[in-house]
């Protein structure tokens, strides 16, 4: 492979994504601190020490690469929108003007979802269904109006700068208004109403483009549906594919994710995290533009992980859509992040017990150093023919972790 990928940031996202590439001989080179997760199994000498949202380090980057793309997305836009030579990266953009570098995906696509009050209205604008969603300033009396419209409970959210459920503070009733506006002091905010959601559903969509006659047509195809389980707003486990959910949701799932997907410039893998609303609907909750925490289980499961995925829809390399199917049509797997405790060696003591009980844990970790609590400093799959005995086998670790976070 004679084409060099940059990525900016070097967290687990990163280093899952290198380590894919190494399996390719694809060269990666990394945009961050020293020492991050990505840098450390990657030898390469032009990494750049440095910041995704400093402009200077970006454009060192891009000079070092052909092909740069992203594992987080709070990363600075304008330079790769000035980077992009200034074009709207469509998925024809080759037909417009080679820019300096190629961006996956485009940088509209980025800023959009950075804000998550701007994605929302992007989804609703092309008739994806979304919870109802309000912009709302800092100010108690707006909050209260808000909890009248939208009703109790409702979800304070930050519009940037969100993850890990950093940035959402539910509000249940009018007392909780003025601890919401404190826990989201200077932050941009809007307000959504609750879902009552029986499950959350996620699907990693892989979008690609192709040449037809004389037109680049951009392709969508859909990884299976899983269920996430959040705590605290944190993804905690993902059951992959999603159980006791009936096969025309499941199908409804894929649709609506690719759906989503299908309008967003650019190429590379999606995260689209759902709610299966009490009523059995579908809601969009947000889109990641990179590989996702709910596919973490394909690297094991699936013929292709959604690392391999983003590789190749990045680098025009085919990917069939039985690639994306598990391995073993029988196969059943559960992915449980490690979070970090107040331990900081918690994460090592959940590792060194699926060690020595789980012959079948596919135990990652992610080289980030001390554990913080709530932090994601690994993850642990298995795959088994029966749901119910990989949950078995993973109850003794969920229940080690959940100790040593009390
Ligand atoms: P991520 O790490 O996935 O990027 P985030 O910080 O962007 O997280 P969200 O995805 O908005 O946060 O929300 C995190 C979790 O909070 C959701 O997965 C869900 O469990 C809960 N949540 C979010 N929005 C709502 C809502 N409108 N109603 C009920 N629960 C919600
Ligand atoms: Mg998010
Ligand atoms: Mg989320």
């Known amino acids: 492979m004679d084409k060099t990928v940059g990525v900016l940031g070097g967290g687990q996202l990163g280093r899952m ?35 995704f949202k400093n402009a200077d380090d970006v454009r060192r980057l891009a000079h070092a690469c052909d092909v740069m793309t992203i594992e987080i997305e709070h990363v600075d836009t304008e330079i790769l929108e000035e980077l992009s030579g200034g074009f709207q990266t469509r998925d024809d953009w080759r037909l417009v003007r080679g820019p300096e570098v190629e961006i996956h995906p485009s940088w509209e696509t980025i800023r959009l979802i950075q804000d998550k009050y701007e994605q929302k209205k992007h989804l609703a604008s092309h008739g994806i269904c979304t919870p109802a969603f309000e912009p709302v300033d800092h100010d108690p009396a707006a909050l209260s109006d808000i909890g009248t419209k939208l009703g109790f409970p409702f979800m304070l959210k930050s519009r940037t700068e969100a993850y890990d459920g950093r940035g959402n503070y539910p509000v249940r009733s009018s007392s909780d208004i003025d601890a919401a506006l404190k826990a989201l002091v200077g932050r941009p905010l809007y307000a959504e109403k609750w879902a009552d959601f029986k499950m959350e559903l ?116 085919p990917i069939s859509q039985n690639s994306l199917n598990f391995a073993n049509p029988s196969n059943n797997a559960i992915m449980f992040n490690i979070l970090g405790g107040e331990d900081p060696e918690s994460h090592l003591r959940v590792a060194n017990k699926a060690l020595l009980l789980v012959d079948e844990a596919k135990i990652h970790l992610y080289g980030k150093g001390d554990a913080r609590p709530g932090r994601k400093m690994g993850h642990i799959t298995l795959l088994s023919d029966s749901m119910q005995v990989a949950q078995a086998r993973m109850k003794p670790l969920v229940e080690a972790a959940d100790e040593l976070r009390a």
């Not at 969509?205 to 269920?227: C, G, L, M, Y």
């Open 17 to 51: 994504l290198t380590e894919a590439a190494s399996r390719l001989n694809v060269k990666v080179v990394t945009l961050d601190a020293a020492n991050s997760p990505a840098k450390q199994i990657n030898a390469v000498t032009d990494h750049i020490t440095g910041s």
């Open 202 to 317: 996620a699907v990693m969509v892989v979008k690609t483009a192709q040449k037809a006659s004389d037109e680049w047509e951009s392709i969508t195809k859909a990884f299976p549906v899983v269920e996430t389980v959040h705590e605290d707003s944190i993804c905690k486990l993902v059951y992959a594919p999603a159980c006791n959910v009936d096969q025309a949701t499941i199908q409804d799932a894929q649709r609506m994710a690719r759906a989503a997907v299908g309008n967003l410039p650019g190429k590379g893998v999606f995260g689209v995290e759902m709610f299966l609303i009490e009523d059995g609907s579908l809601m969009v909750n947000e889109i990641a533009p990179r590989p996702h925490n709910s596919g973490h289980y394909t690297i094991e499961a699936c013929h292709i992980s959604q690392y391999d995925a983003h590789l190749r829809a990045i680098l025009d390399l």
